[in-house]
């Protein structure tokens, strides 16, 4: 299967053009989930951050999530909807 094609900047190769959308979406997410928290006293559910890392799928968000959660950045209690929360190593990336 052929990956889509990525939007790079001069000189940057595939590999760091996908590193730096990662990183975008990283800070996206972060960001949304602190600032939807203070404004509504719980947690974004996984389809209000959809549209904020640009993508329709709730499962392509749930992976990303997931990376999220493995690099310790944000935890989420499995079973427990609305749960998430951004870790020190989350507010470290933002900073």
Do not use: C, W
């Not at 972060?30 to 709730?58: C, H, L, Q, T």
């Amino acid at each position: 299967m052929k990956k889509p094609k990525l939007n790079r900047l001069p000189g940057e190769t595939r590999t760091e053009a996908e590193q730096r959308i990662e990183a975008e979406r990283r800070s996206a997410v972060i960001n949304f989930i602190i600032s939807f928290s203070e404004k509504n006293g719980y947690a974004p559910s996984i389809r209000d951050i959809m549209p904020v890392i640009g993508v329709s799928s709730s499962s392509t968000t749930h992976k990303i999530l997931s990376r999220m959660e493995n690099a310790e950045l944000i935890v989420v209690s499995q079973g427990v909807a609305r749960s998430m929360k951004v870790l020190p190593g989350g507010l470290e990336l933002i900073s």
